[in-house]
């Protein structure tokens, strides 16, 4: 439900804010005061095309925000999108600029017109004399019928997709096997070579690491051999003159003294520790050294095994691990290209099964909404009765597609004949804009509480009608208002008078500019305003006396 309608900049209309609520919200006016701008500033908050023109003249951009309560479907969308979801309250917004560039936000997020429509479809509906074309659509009819019948179908049609789901997905594994079979004995031996070359290779798991660090270290021999050669002087020399040398000559003379003083013998002891470590180490180096030497034919063993493996890992993996794995992939692949004919016939048995599967449920669809079009349309044909359409008789006809679809196998056509005598014709042969919305408003009584969508805006439901017709039209909208938000513009008071809140549009002058400004009006403004659509522009004492008449006659009938 639309509950705010902010409006800045847009053809006409400075600035204006427009507060609808729940029941029927009617729009009035004189002709050409700009009645079908609101409507054009929804349709942009939906996801239309805008363009410059829509900008008022000497202002940079057009700003329209609408403010909706939010339901289920529309939060399960915004998420599917990843935009932020506030439980309670939605908030789209269009800015179109001067320039021709335009912005769509949905809670303060850019987004494109395309998710702009996915999200809005389950807000608001507009039932126009162009908008109501979709009506004559043989989907939107089979839609409508399902929306009719939901409490039976619904269960029903979830089935038949999933069933019709797994009947695509395996006749596209037929065709992909298929496709493999008239390259079969190409790919075994493609595979084939692939294994061979890895299994001849008889990698082992961490094998390159290891490879890898032994290479690093014959690489760098000469700087280990440098830095041992630096240590052995360091610490002996060549002639016992190293640091160890040194060290002992110290140690000893610290010996010799140690019995005289306490501290003297700590001192001889952390030196006698130190030295026999030196010592160790120096002599660990000095046979660590005597392996240090660089062998031609290991490192020629290390560097071809290393460029083995690489070439492996370039062609099937950039670890051993992947190419491991790869491994076992072509192992599948050519089991499945040698049984390839055997899986063929397993997937042939398969599609059956689920053709079978299908057309079983697809056949209890299939009774359910023909049960459910014989409802629908004697439900329909009596609102049309009511509509003054006394004449009109409705068909819902049903009739088997020649193929399987996702809604099932059913094609829905409503067929009409509007006057005695007629034959019947389907519904886009014969209708005019005017019975078409008719029909659209009929179709919304029946529909009733099953449609999900919160709001609903008539345009144009008043073409070609007047006097009896039109009071009808009123009391039909404000019953249909009961289930459901409804905005109505309209020209006519027999529907006017039947507004839960009544807004006018007018034109007025300001600084030299004209402007269009949007009044909630009141209830003795209310009187004016029918008196106005009943009388013309001259409003008399009968004029308004008949308008207060009908006010509280149309409060009575609600």
Known sequence: MIFELRIKDFILIDEEVIRFDEGLNVITGETGAGKSMILGAIKLILGEQANREHVRIGADKAVIQGSFFTNAQVNDALKKHGIGVDDDIINISREVYAKGKTVARINGEVVTLSIVKSVTEHLLTIHGQHDNQTLLQSAEQLELLDVFASDTTES???????????????????????????????QLDFYRFQFSEIEAAALKKDEDVLLEKEFEYISNLGKITETFNEAKQLLSGDYGEGFVGELSKLSTAFHKISHYDDKVLQVDERLSNIYY???????????????????????????????????????????????????VQIVNEIEKYENIEVLLQELEAERVTCEKAYDTIAIRLSEERQEAAQHFEVLLQNELSLLNMKHAKIEVRCSRLEHRSRSGTDHVSIYISTNLGQPMNPLKKVVSGGELSRIMLGVQVVLGKKNNVLTLIFDEIDAGISGDTANVVGGKMAELSNDCQLICITHLPQIAVFADHHFKIEKQTDEGLTVTRIQTLSDDARVLEISRLVGGAEKTEATLIHAKEMIESAHRQK
């Not at 019709?164 to 493999?180: E, H, N, P, V």
């Not at 660089?294 to 492996?312: G, Q, S, T, V, Y």
């Open 277 to 327: 470590l030196l010592e160790d180490l120096a002599h660990d180096i000095d046979v660590y050294q005597d392996d240090l030497e660089f062998d031609a034919d290991d490192f020629k063993r290390i560097e071809d095994r290393l460029d083995e493996i690489n070439h492996l890992k370039s062609k099937y993996g950039n670890t051993l691990d992947a190419i491991f794995d790869y491994q």
């Open 156 to 186: 029903l049609k979830i089935k038949v997709a999933e069933a019709y789901d797994q009947l695509m997905s395996c006749q596209a594994k037929i065709q992909q096997l298929l496709l493999d079979n008239n390259d079969k004995d190409k």
